[in-house]
């Protein structure tokens, strides 16, 4: 709740795993709006390829946002 994201950034571009699998890193600017401290968080996602609906989705998970 009231989280918003500032930044977000790639740092490692995707790599493929296989035809439909990629992993990438990000750096991800957040904040809550309550407490309006920018936070940052890496993150080592996993993204999926979708040919149903002709797009990429993430598999990882969102991160622990703290």
Known sequence: K???LTGYDVV????MQDEDTA???VNI???YEDRQVVKQ????QTWAWDDTLNSWW???G???FQ
């Open 41 to 44: 968080i890496a993150d080592r």
């Open 23 to 25: 992993t990438q890193v």
């Open 62 to 64: 969102l991160p622990a």
């Open 29 to 31: 600017e957040y904040l």
């Open 12 to 15: 490692q571009p995707p790599t």
């Open 2 to 4: 009231d989280l918003r």
């Open 58 to 60: 993430l598999k990882s």
